[in-house]
Antibody, heavy 121, light 109 residues
């Protein structure tokens, strides 16, 4: 079973770029059965899908975030990354990296432990 | 505001059954049989418990069951136990996108 671990800065200034990396262990990120994605959870709020990427580079993005988000993959390092531009306080959240099956039967699991990113000056 | 609507709270006594609803639209819950449910304990990541409306994830007791009617999906927990107390989230495929509910806090009285 794959294990996922997020890493990156816990504090980002408004208008700057949030960058996170997810390292996958216990399995290859090039496994054709899976997509690799990001989900966030604002404080005391629900879950929000951000986007996903396949080993080939094919991506899906939440339409409401698509203009500010880029997800990339590095199969040589078994990692994938999230960049979110022009952040505001509304982007403060716990960011989880996740694995999911190919759409449409794409339930999410396993999940990383999550990393809190605070947007503040 | 979340895309799918869940009641903020639900409760029941040990041994009782409780049902949590998840209401979407004809573009997500109503359009696809790809509704999933997640259990989240405080300070932890969510964990999949139900996928494709009614299939239980490995190791999940059969006290947990899922169903769907029209634009509303439901999670039923029967024979409530203390460690069922957690937050529960629904999710649905929405055509090259995924949407979630705002979560329901289940309290075992």
């Amino acid at each position: 079973q794959s294990q996922l671990q997020e890493s990156g800065p816990g504090l980002v200034k408004p208008s700057e770029t949030l960058s996170l990396t997810c390292t996958v262990s216990g399995g290859s990120i090039s496994n054709r059965a899976y997509y690799w994605g990001w989900v966030r959870q604002a404080p005391v709020k629900g879950l929000e899908y951000i986007g996903s990427i396949y080993y080939s580079g094919n991506t899906y993005y939440n339409p409401s975030l698509k203009s500010r988000v880029t997800i990339s993959i590095d199969t040589s390092k078994n990692q994938f990354s999230l960049e979110m531009r022009s952040v505001t306080a509304a982007d403060t959240a716990v960011y989880f990296c996740v694995r999911h099956l190919l759409p449409p039967s794409a339930w999410f699991g396993p999940w990383g432990q999550g990393t809190l990113v605070t947007v503040s000056s | 505001q979340s895309a799918l609507t869940q009641p903020p709270s639900a409760s029941g006594s040990p041994g009782q059954s409780v049902t949590i609803s998840c209401t979407g639209t004809s573009f997500d819950v109503g359009a696809y049989n790809f509704v999933s449910w997640y259990q989240q304990n405080p300070g932890e990541a969510p964990k999949i418990i139900i996928y494709e409306v009614s299939k239980r994830s490995s190791g999940v007791p059969d006290r947990f069951s899922g169903s769907k009617s029209g634009n509303t999906a439901s999670l039923t927990v029967s024979g409530l136990q203390g460690d069922d107390e957690a937050d529960y989230y629904c999710g649905s495929y929405a055509g090259n996108n995924w949407v979630f509910g705002g979560g329901t806090k289940l309290t075992v009285l």
